[in-house]
């Protein structure tokens, strides 16, 4: 029951006099001020009460309000792509939670994945049109079976070509569980996606318990299971989630472990409290 046209980017765009740059070039720019500010990035959290007040927010809903008359066909090389709709993902998110004014977990705000949306380029993309459509290649929701864009959705000629799996460790729906939020440039983005992926599986995402025979998972690699090469939610053969995982344990013993040991794999409980 979203209307659709509802956006968090609704209104007059600013004066263009008001913005010399393109832009996706203002929109990081404006990021990494915010990330300045009130990201705490060592440990995955954002100030939103200090963002409220902030005039680097005010400059970045103004810029968002540009977004109407971008066309996303600019972003010409997979990197540029990349980076532009990860760092929009995670500022809609950011912007999402402090305009539906939640306090302690984004389910307060029923549909809020879908309700939060901006306009871009004349159509609405919401949180999981950009997760789902764009960046995951257009593929399907694990819970919704098909393509996330049906074949005459005009936003389907923006999905990326291929599924970067490392996305998953780059994207924050502003929980607790989420990655470390942090700014994405075109020009670094692979090996900042490597350090994403690393840093996430060896700071809580993956749990090695050799007492009990378990490596516990976050439950990021259940819901996305596909995306590393396993089964749907990660049911039978878990190997190809272990062996995605190995590849970023810095421990010789662990990777061995992992591989060979043959594990019980679990899946750690999610929490959705506000990354605060």
Same mark, same amino acid.
């Given at each position: 029951?979203?209307?659709?046209?509802?956006?968090?980017?609704?209104?007059?765009?600013?004066?263009?006099?008001?913005?010399?740059?393109?832009?996706?070039?203002?929109?990081? $720019? @404006?990021?990494?001020? =915010?990330?300045?500010? +009130?990201?705490?990035?060592?440990?995955?959290? /954002?100030?939103? !009460?200090?963002?409220?007040?902030?005039?680097?927010?005010?400059?970045?809903?103004?810029?968002?309000?540009?977004?109407?008359?971008?066309?996303?066909?600019?972003?010409?090389?997979?990197?540029?792509?990349?980076?532009?709709?990860?760092?929009?993902?995670?500022?809609?998110?950011?912007?999402?939670?402090?305009?539906?004014?939640?306090?302690?977990?984004?389910?307060?705000?029923?549909?809020?994945?879908?309700?939060?949306?901006?306009?871009?380029?004349?159509?609405?993309?919401?949180?999981?049109?950009?997760?789902?459509?764009?960046?995951?290649?257009?593929?399907?929701?694990?819970?919704?079976?098909?393509?996330?864009?049906?074949?005459?959705?005009?936003?389907?000629?923006?999905?990326?070509?291929?599924?970067?799996? $490392? @996305?998953?460790?780059? =994207?924050?729906?502003? +929980?607790?569980?989420?990655?470390?939020?942090? /700014?994405?440039? !075109?020009?670094?983005?692979?090996?900042?996606?490597?350090?994403?992926?690393?840093?996430?599986?060896?700071?809580?995402?993956?749990?090695?318990?050799?007492?009990?025979?378990?490596?516990?998972?976050?439950?990021?690699?259940?819901?996305?299971?596909?995306?590393?090469?396993?089964?749907?939610?990660?049911?039978?053969?878990?190997?190809?989630?272990?062996?995605?995982?190995?590849?970023?344990?810095?421990?010789?013993?662990?990777?061995?472990?992992?591989?060979?040991?043959?594990?019980?794999?679990?899946?750690?409980?999610?929490?959705?409290?506000?990354?605060?």
């Amino acid at each position: 029951r979203i209307p659709p046209d509802f956006v968090l980017n609704a209104g007059p765009e600013p004066d263009g006099a008001m913005a010399p740059e393109p832009v996706a070039t203002d929109m990081r $720019r @404006i990021i990494n001020s =915010l990330k300045a500010e +009130a990201y705490d990035t060592a440990r995955g959290r /954002v100030d939103y !009460a200090r963002l409220c007040a902030s005039p680097t927010y005010a400059e970045y809903c103004r810029c968002a309000h540009r977004l109407g008359s971008f066309d996303p066909a600019a972003l010409e090389t997979r990197e540029e792509q990349l980076a532009f709709w990860i760092n929009l993902y995670n500022a809609l998110i950011v912007d999402a939670v402090i305009r539906f004014e939640v306090k302690r977990t984004v389910n307060e705000a029923p549909g809020f994945f879908w309700r939060a949306a901006y306009n871009i380029g004349g159509l609405r993309y919401g949180a999981f049109d950009i997760e789902y459509g764009i960046l995951r290649a257009n593929a399907p929701h694990p819970a919704i079976p098909g393509a996330h864009f049906g074949a005459s959705d005009p936003r389907r000629r923006h999905s990326l070509q291929r599924l970067d799996p $490392r @996305i998953h460790f780059a =994207l924050v729906c502003a +929980a607790h569980s989420c990655p470390p939020i942090a /700014v994405y440039d !075109a020009t670094r983005i692979d090996d900042q996606l490597e350090m994403a992926t690393r840093t996430f599986i060896n700071n809580g995402g993956v749990e090695i318990d050799r007492a009990s025979g378990e490596v516990k998972l976050s439950q990021i690699f259940q819901w996305y299971a596909q995306d590393f090469g396993a089964r749907p939610f990660g049911l039978g053969d878990k190997r190809p989630l272990l062996e995605f995982i190995a590849a970023y344990l810095p421990d010789e013993r662990d990777r061995e472990y992992v591989l060979q040991g043959k594990p019980t794999v679990r899946f750690q409980g999610y929490d959705w409290s506000l990354n605060y």
